[in-house]
């Protein structure tokens, strides 16, 4: 397993601002993933983080409102842009080594826009 | 689109309580499955998983978990819980050679002592 670091823990947010939310991991791992848990719903894949290229989304999220990074094997910032109340959510960045094995998960930022 | 159900959503137990928590799937091919727990404050960890094999997978804490393939269901069980298994648990689905998990919306459990 790894130590994986999310910065902020939390944050509370002006609408219009947008927050670049940080993940760090102790040791390099393959694929790194970005998710969304909105209150009372399940995680919800936004984007996989692709290491020296543009991150692949999913269905319904756009490069625009969440522009992510991944300048190394052991870094991504996940950029909620242009906040508004709807984003209010916990962000959750998860790593992995191979494929269809067990994901890790860092402990999450909690969103609250005003 | 794959999804992963929940039916309990908030489940009270008293200590020494058997415990079952449903989990079934939509996907028809080849998964993975997988059960997280966060617990209060902490961040999710992987409680067990299941790639092939013995449908019965036994995790950490005494909690077991068993596939059956024609119900397209992987219940999470325990005999006998304690006050520490008081925490949020979810049901995650990963279709073979696809690189997605697609997770339920999670049970919280409460274990009164």
Redesign the interface.
Known sequence: SAV?SQKPSRDICQRGTSLTIQCQVDSQVT?MFW?RQQP??????IA?ANQGSEATYESGFVIDKFPISRPNLTFSTLTVSNMSPEDSSIY?CSV?WR??Q???????TRLSIL | AQSVSQHNHHVILSEAASLELGCNYSYGGTVNLFWYVQYPGQHLQLLLKYFSGDPLVKGIKGFEAEFIKSKFSFNLRKPSVQWSDTAEYFCAVNPYNFNKFYFGSGTKLNVKP
């Open positions: 994986i694929m998710y009372g719903q399940s995680l919800t894949l996989t959750l992995g494929d269809n067990p994901q890790h998960f860092g402990d999450g």
